[in-house]
């Protein structure tokens, strides 16, 4: 039971900024008086990464529609930061956000985003799947196995 108890105090401490969600989960799994319902969490910890890479996504496109609309270019990370449509978590080449890595091609005319899973020390656990946006259609594709293009599915279908 003590050993239990450490286990999710220490789960609940690696949530961080995860959500309210997971910590429900995480509760519920702990609750018991076992330790059979921790086996859960790097599931959901992982579908919550994606959820945040999906999000996240989305939200890197609206920056590249903004730059756009008020420098008549899309730009890199660099340029999404200083112009101040994303934060400071961004201000790398390939940033690595909630266990995703993000990365950018851009012209004056277009651009593509990628969201692949990364682990590391930091963030052991990740989701699974790779997203893909661009500016023709905004629209999130997915690959299960490898770098999402616009020829994979849509993310949600």
Do not use: W
């Amino acid at each position: 039971m003590i050993k239990t108890m450490a286990a999710c105090v220490h789960s609940k401490q690696r949530l961080g900024l995860t959500g309210l969600f997971l910590g429900i989960v995480l509760l519920a799994s702990c609750s018991g008086n076992s330790s059979a319902g921790l086996g859960a969490l790097p599931k959901a910890m992982g579908a919550a990464d994606e959820a945040s890479a999906i999000q996240t996504v989305r939200t890197i496109a609206t920056a590249e529609n903004q730059l756009k609309a008020t420098r008549g270019s899309y730009g890199d990370f660099d340029a999404l930061t200083q112009a101040g449509f994303l934060d400071s978590r961004f201000a790398s080449r390939t940033p690595d956000v909630q266990g995703y890595r993000f990365t950018i091609s851009a012209t004056d005319a277009e651009f593509t985003l990628n969201a692949d899973p990364q682990v590391t020390q930091a963030h052991p656990t990740t989701g699974t799947r790779h997203f893909y946006l661009d500016n023709s259609d905004n629209a999130v594709h997915t690959n299960p196995t490898q770098a999402a293009s616009k020829t994979d599915p849509l993310a949600g279908s």
